[in-house]
């Protein structure tokens, strides 16, 4: 199976897609991580990767794609979930693409529902307890980078709701409720295929 975790920063895709990782043995596939570790390579293309990232804007959409298409041809295990991408229509309709080359498809878009004062207080809390653990918090964590990630969300991932919801694919689950929680309901989600 292949799906997309969606929805807005803080609402738990990278946990989420941890678990589904070593209970289904699924290939998590996060944009996200793989800019971080772009960034870290001292190149030209981090370093632009780097400012855009910290602004909380989005990187161009060849990069990303760029990015995805080479795990694509890697490892799929027991399918591949997609966290953090796609992030607006062009990409969308880019995996649609690429996953058809592959003779592979989409077969669930999974919106984690929550709101947007949770987030908030979510991920500035990620931020103080990478600061507690001795660890440097995510540059993008802050106060001011959210709101642009928040902005960016809606303006521009939001309408892949409605996107998938068109396709037949959308499922909702209410991102706020815990942590076990959740993936139950995402693994109930994925067992009715
Ligand atoms: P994330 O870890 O998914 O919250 O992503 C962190 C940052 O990486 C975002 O705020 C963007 O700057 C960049 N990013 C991650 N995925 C994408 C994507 N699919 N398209 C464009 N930018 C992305």
Do not use: C, W
């Amino acid at each position: 199976m292949n799906i997309i975790l969606l929805g807005p920063p803080g609402a738990g895709k990278g946990t989420q897609a941890g678990i589904l990782v070593s209970e289904r043995n699924m290939v998590q596939l996060s944009t996200g991580d793989m800019l971080r570790e772009a960034r870290t390579s001292g190149t030209e293309m981090g370093k632009r990767v780097a400012e855009v990232m910290d602004k909380g804007e989005l990187v161009t959409d060849e990069i990303v794609i760029g990015l995805i298409e080479e795990k694509l041809q890697g490892d799929q295990g027991g399918g591949f979930i997609f966290d953090g991408f796609p992030r607006n229509l062009a990409q969308a309709d880019a995996l649609g693409d690429l996953l058809a080359r592959h003779g592979a498809k989409l077969d669930a878009a999974i919106e984690l529902q929550v709101n947007d004062e949770v987030l908030v207080g979510r991920i500035l809390k990620r931020a103080a307890d990478a600061v507690a653990a001795g660890q440097t918090p995510r540059a993008d964590d802050t106060e001011e980078a959210l709101k642009t990630r928040l902005m960016a969300y809606y303006k521009q991932t939001s309408p892949l709701i409605g996107y998938y919801y068109a396709k037949g694919r959308l499922k909702g689950v209410d991102g706020l409720a815990e942590i076990e929680a959740v993936s139950g309901e995402i693994e109930k989600t994925l067992d009715s295929f």
